[in-house]
């Protein structure tokens, strides 16, 4: 893959076409340790966020990995001979099941309904090995984007699969997600409050918990407390919850590990007042841009004598022929760009390379990697504090104002 000192350096290098990744590894290396060092159990790193990082979380020393197919399954193997998977779709179908468990060797599945229970149990043919996680359905209400509508389960019925699953397992484990993007140490303080009540009117004992993903990373339009605050927050709370000084804490992040070490470089092929129309979009690596409306890290690649000293906020719109193809924004840029300019898109180390298409025939699959740091970030790893000024200019997200709350 080749390599350049920075990107401002590629783009002079090379003049791209096209769009083009700029990957830091260095930067995923940094995010793995700081959750290996200071999260108070085990870490798993979720492969949905970007499997590309697979070897680099394996190199900085987590070899544990939540994984929600069999694609992802034979990529970790393959990648990461030896590693421990997790396989904690909820839904997951019978060949899958037994492909894991024969073929792959995972004993850790989730699941909650007692169909899925039935499944797992009858696909390794009643196998008394089997590390079974009941997945709670928990409050989304401190998140950007709740993950809330599609698994979980609560109430008597939940009762129900513990029990069940606690005769069925050799241990016993609880999961749930709180949704993407938390914005707030206590979204994991309700939900492991909610779990404890759960455990209580069930009875059980629980051999692990897991408090899932939901870690943030950092935009210019969502600035969360530092990490450490929501660990410190989510180990208080288990401190306190009724399992047995046993009980394993594990954690899977996925954003907080990758979002900073990737950036995009795309090129402005046409302004319009305010508007600019670019070479990648929602169709491509910026989807996140244009349905839950992400604000990322921005600057113009070029030399600081040819900037404008004013920033304007723009609109982007992407290559495709499809009005949906639009990212409001806004982003800060210098009020000169225009045709022809590269501008660095940051933050994008997180589900961007996993969401591309191939419509209207715009597939960006360049890759290079690159020295300097991240745009923005939650380990103090940014590469400027200017570029880290401008953005904070733009709003900030208004802590009292997120989806659910009053």
Not at 220 to 235: K, Q, R, T, Y
Request: hydrophobic share 40%.
């Amino acid at each position: 893959m080749p390599q350049f000192r920075s990107t401002y350096a590629m783009a002079c290098a090379t003049q791209p076409e096209f769009p083009v990744y700029c990957l830091r590894p260095a930067a995923v290396k940094t995010a793995t340790r700081w959750f290996i060092d200071n999260f108070p159990g085990r870490t798993l790193f979720a492969v949905k966020t970007n499997p590309y990082f697979v070897p680099t979380v394996a190199a900085a020393g987590l070899r544990h990995f939540d994984v929600a197919s069999i694609a992802e399954i034979e990529d970790v193997a393959r990648q990461v001979p030896g590693a421990r998977m997790s396989f904690m779709h909820p839904v997951k179908s019978r060949l899958s099941i037994r492909r894991a468990y024969f073929e792959f060797g995972i004993r850790d599945f989730s699941l909650d309904c007692e169909a899925e229970l039935d499944k797992i149990l009858e696909e390794t043919q009643g196998a008394r090995d089997l590390n079974l996680f009941v997945r709670l359905k928990v409050s989304n209400r401190h998140s950007c984007m709740s993950l809330a509508g599609k698994f979980g389960i609560s109430g008597d019925p939940a009762s129900r699969l513990l029990l069940r699953a606690r005769q069925a397992a050799d241990e016993l484990g609880i999961c749930f997600h709180a949704g993407s993007q938390l914005m707030r140490p206590k979204a994991y303080v309700e939900a492991m409050e909610e779990v404890a009540n759960q455990i209580r009117r069930s009875g059980v004992i629980i051999d692990i918990l897991d408090v899932g993903g939901g870690f943030p990373s950092i935009y210019p339009h969502s600035s969360p407390p530092p990490l450490a605050d929501f660990v410190d927050a989510i180990n208080a709370v288990f401190e306190t919850m009724p399992v047995s000084e046993t009980c394993e804490l594990w954690c899977e992040p996925g954003r907080a590990l990758v979002a900073e070490a990737a950036s995009l470089v795309v090129r402005v092929e046409l302004r319009k007042g305010n508007a600019l129309y670019i070479n990648d979009g929602v169709f491509g690596g910026l989807f996140d841009a244009g349905q839950p409306q992400f604000i990322y890290p921005t600057q113009v690649l070029k030399s600081p004598a040819q900037l404008s000293g004013n920033l304007q906020e723009f609109s982007f719109f992407g290559p495709t022929c499809d009005s949906a193809d639009y990212m409001p924004g806004p982003f800060l840029l210098p009020a000169n760009i225009d045709e022809g300019d590269y501008i660095e898109i940051g933050g994008l180390g997180a589900y961007s390379m996993q969401l591309r298409t191939e419509f209207n025939g715009f597939y960006q699959k360049d890759l290079v990697e690159v020295e300097d740091g991240p745009l923005l970030s939650m380990y103090g790893i940014a590469r400027t504090e200017e570029l880290v000024a401008a953005n904070s200019t733009l709003q900030q997200w208004d802590q009292d104002q997120l989806p659910g709350e009053s």
